[in-house]
C-alpha cells in the first residue's frame, strides 16, 4: 500500500481532529481528492452521507446540529454544488446552526485545470454565491493556510451567533503530493471562545424591572439551544411570577407548565415583556391582518420592552431576517447561554429581599395564569374533539393519534407539529422532545432526517409529522434514511395540497370579490395523488396507507413504530387530511 501523503490527507486529519462525526454530501470531481481521504486515508472517517441533492446534504447537517448544538460538515461540488445548496444554507443561517461547509473548487491556478468543465464549475471568488448568509468564508491558497482556515472556520461557525462557514478546497491542493511534512493544529491550542457575558449592571437592571413589574411576560426565541434553558426559564417564570411564551424557534420550556401561555393574548395586559434571545419577535406582541397586511400591536401603551439576546449582533444586510426594529428600554447584548443562568441568579437573590405583600401579589398571579393556561389547554381539547371523527382526517385528531402511540415511547419530534395540534395535545416534558418548529417548505425532509441521525443509536423513537409538499421537493431523502439504517417514523400529513398558499389565494378572492373556488389552482397535489407508501416501499421503507378514516390511524400507527423501535427500519404511515 501507498505510504505517500497528498493535500487531502491533511485537510482530513485537520477535519477529524475536531471530532466531526459525519460529512453529508452529493459526490462531485472537484473534492475527489478530499473523497478519496476520507474512505482510506488512515483508515478513513468521517462516515459520509450521501444524499440526492445539495440542499439535502445541508439540510441533513442542519438537523443534526439543532439536536446536538455541535457542526457537521457538508461536502458541495465546485459552483454548480454550492449554488444548489444555497437555500439550505440561507435557512441554517437564518436558524443559527453551526455548520461546517466545504466546497471543491478550481483549480485556482488556470494552468492547471482541464478543458471546458473546471472554467464553468469554477467562479474567482466561489464564496460569493453564499457570502451574504454564511457567518465567514475563504479559499485558502497553500495547504498550511488551509488547515488554518478549517481550524478557524470551525470556531467561527459555533461561536454565537452560531452559523454556516464556507471554505473552499481548491481541486489542485487536495490532489497535490506533499513533499514535506504540513503540521495539522492542535484544536486544544485554539479553543472556542466563551459565550459573551451581559454587563453587569444591565443585567442587574433588568433582573430589577422583572421583580418589579406586575405582569411581566417572557417571550422566549433561541435561549433553547440550551439545554439548560429548557429548566432555566421555568425557574424565572416562576420566581418573576411571568408568563412566558414560546416562539417556537427552540424548545424553550415544557408546553404543560402552568405559566407557558403560548397560544393566549396574555400580552395584552402586560406591564413589561422581556424578549430572550428573539431574532424576531413581532410575532409574539402583534396581530396581522392576512387580506391586507395591517400590523396591529397587542401591546397596551406604557408597556415597557426589554431584551436579553445578541440583539444588533449577527445582523447582515442582505436579508431582513431580523424582522421590524421594536422600541426597547433596555437592550442587554449577550449570550443566553451564559446570561440566563445569571438573570436567575439575580432575580432569586431579589425575591430573598422581597416584602410578605410582593410575594402575595407574585403568588396571585402564578395562580391566575395556571387558570388561564388550564383554560386554553381545556378549549384546544374541547376544538379536536368537535372535528375527531370527520374524514378526512383532521390534523387535530391525526397528532391525537399519533400520540396515543408515541407517548409509550421515549419520544423525539422533528420539525413539523401538525399545523401546530401536536403542542396543544402532546406532553413536552423534556428539552429533547422537540429541536425547533419547521422552516419552510422544501426544507423538513432533510432537517428531519438530521434529527433522526443526531437520535440514532439512543433508543429514541424520533417522528416526523411529515408535509406533503415538503416530501415531494426532496423524495430522495427515504433512500437516505434506508440506505445508512436511521431508524425514523414518518407520519405524512397530507392534504393533497401546498395549502398555506391555497388560503393566501382564498384571502386574495374573498378581498377581490372573485370566486373563491378557484384557489385550488396550482395548488393541488393531486389528479394523481401521489402514492407516499409505495414511493417509500420502493425506496427500502415499511409503509402503508393512504389512511383517510378516522378509527383506522391507531392500528397502523403501532405498527409502524413497533416495526422503527423493533428493526431500526423506517417506516411511513401515510394519512389523508383536511386541508386546514
Known amino acids: 500500500m501507498s505510504e505517500e501523503k497528498y493535500g487531502s490527507d491533511v485537510m482530513v486529519e485537520v477535519i477529524r481532529s475536531f471530532g466531526i462525526p459525519y460529512i453529508s454530501l452529493n459526490p462531485g470531481a472537484s473534492f475527489r481528492g478530499l473523497h478519496d481521504s476520507l474512505v482510506n486515508w488512515e483508515g478513513g472517517g468521517p462516515e459520509l452521507i450521501c444524499c440526492q441533492h445539495e440542499k439535502v446534504a445541508i439540510g441533513v447537517a442542519h438537523g443534526y446540529a439543532k439536536v446536538t448544538g455541535r457542526p457537521m460538515a457538508v461536502a458541495l461540488h465546485d459552483l454548480v454544488g454550492l449554488l444548489q445548496s444555497t437555500m439550505g444554507v440561507y435557512y441554517a443561517f437564518h436558524d443559527r446552526v453551526p455548520m461546517l461547509v466545504l466546497g471543491g473548487s478550481g483549480p485556482a491556478d488556470t494552468a492547471r485545470r482541464r478543458p471546458g468543465i473546471d472554467w464553468f464549475h469554477s467562479a474567482n471568488v466561489q464564496g460569493n454565491a453564499v457570502r451574504d448568509y454564511v457567518k465567514w468564508d475563504d479559499e485558502p491558497r497553500s495547504l498550511p493556510a488551509t488547515a488554518e482556515s478549517l481550524t478557524r472556520g470551525w470556531n467561527i461557525a459555533q461561536t454565537g451567533p452560531a452559523g454556516p462557514v464556507y471554505i473552499s478546497l481548491d481541486a489542485d491542493l487536495q490532489e497535490q503530493k506533499l513533499d514535506e511534512e504540513i503540521s495539522v493544529p492542535d484544536p486544544a491550542l485554539f479553543s472556542l471562545p466563551t459565550p459573551p457575558g451581559a454587563d453587569p449592571e444591565a443585567i442587574g437592571r433588568l433582573a430589577q424591572a422583572l421583580m418589579n413589574a406586575e405582569r411581566p411576560v417572557i417571550v422566549a426565541g433561541f435561549a433553547g439551544r440550551d439545554p439548560r434553558a429548557f429548566d432555566l426559564i421555568p425557574m424565572l417564570a416562576e420566581i418573576t411570577a411571568s408568563a412566558v411564551i414560546d416562539t417556537g424557534a427552540r424548545l424553550n420550556m415544557p408546553n404543560r407548565h402552568p405559566l407557558n401561555l403560548t397560544g393566549t393574548d396574555v400580552v395584552a395586559n402586560a406591564d413589561l415583556v422581556l424578549f430572550l434571545d428573539c431574532k424576531d419577535g413581532e410575532n409574539a406582541v402583534t396581530s396581522v391582518d392576512a387580506s391586507t397586511r395591517v400590523v396591529t400591536s397587542k401591546l397596551a401603551p406604557g408597556t415597557r420592552c426589554m431584551a436579553l439576546g445578541f440583539n ?244 397502523a400507527l403501532e405498527r409502524a413504530a413497533e416495526i422503527v423501535a423493533t428493526t431500526g427500519q423506517p417506516a411511513l404511515v401515510d394519512i389523508v387530511t383536511q386541508l386546514t
Not at 393541488?524 to 378509527?551: L, N, V
Request: glycine fraction near 8%; hydrophobic fraction near 40%; include cysteine.
Open 312 to 555: 444588533h449582533t449577527g445582523i447582515r444586510g442582505w436579508s431582513h431576517d431580523f424582522g421590524r426594529l421594536l422600541p426597547m428600554e433596555l437592550d442587554v447584548t449577550a449570550d443566553t447561554i451564559s446570561a440566563l443562568p445569571q438573570l436567575v441568579d439575580l432575580c432569586r437573590t431579589l425575591r430573598l429581599g422581597s416584602s410578605s405583600s410582593e410575594e402575595r401579589r407574585r403568588e396571585q398571579r402564578r395562580a391566575m395564569l395556571g387558570a388561564r393556561h388550564a383554560e386554553r389547554w381545556a378549549s384546544w381539547q374541547e376544538q379536536a374533539e368537535a372535528v375527531a371523527d370527520q374524514s378526512p382526517v383532521s390534523t387535530s385528531r391525526l397528532a391525537r393519534e399519533v400520540w396515543e402511540v408515541v407517548r409509550n415511547y421515549d419520544w423525539v419530534l422533528t420539525a413539523g407539529t401538525s399545523r401546530g395540534w401536536a403542542k396543544k395535545i402532546w406532553d413536552f416534558d423534556k428539552h429533547y422532545r422537540h429541536p425547533g418548529d419547521s422552516l419552510g417548505t422544501a426544507t423538513q425532509i432533510g432537517i428531519s432526517l438530521g434529527v433522526a441521525l443526531a437520535h440514532k443509536g439512543t433508543g429514541r423513537l424520533v417522528v416526523d409529522l411529515q408535509p406533503d409538499g415538503d416530501l415531494m421537493f426532496d423524495l430522495g431523502t427515504l433512500w437516505v434514511a434506508a440506505y445508512y439504517k436511521i431508524p425514523m417514523l414518518v407520519v405524512m400529513v397530507n392534504n393533497r395540497a401546498y395549502y398555506n398558499d391555497w388560503a393566501h389565494q382564498e384571502h386574495m378572492a374573498v378581498q377581490r370579490g372573485r370566486p373563491v373556488e378557484n384557489a385550488y389552482i396550482g395548488m393541488e397535489i393531486d389528479g394523481p395523488a401521489p402514492d407516499f407508501a409505495s414511493i417509500a416501499r420502493a425506496q427500502g421503507w415499511w409503509a402503508e396507507g393512504p389512511i383517510d378514516k378516522p378509527e383506522d390511524l391507531r392500528a
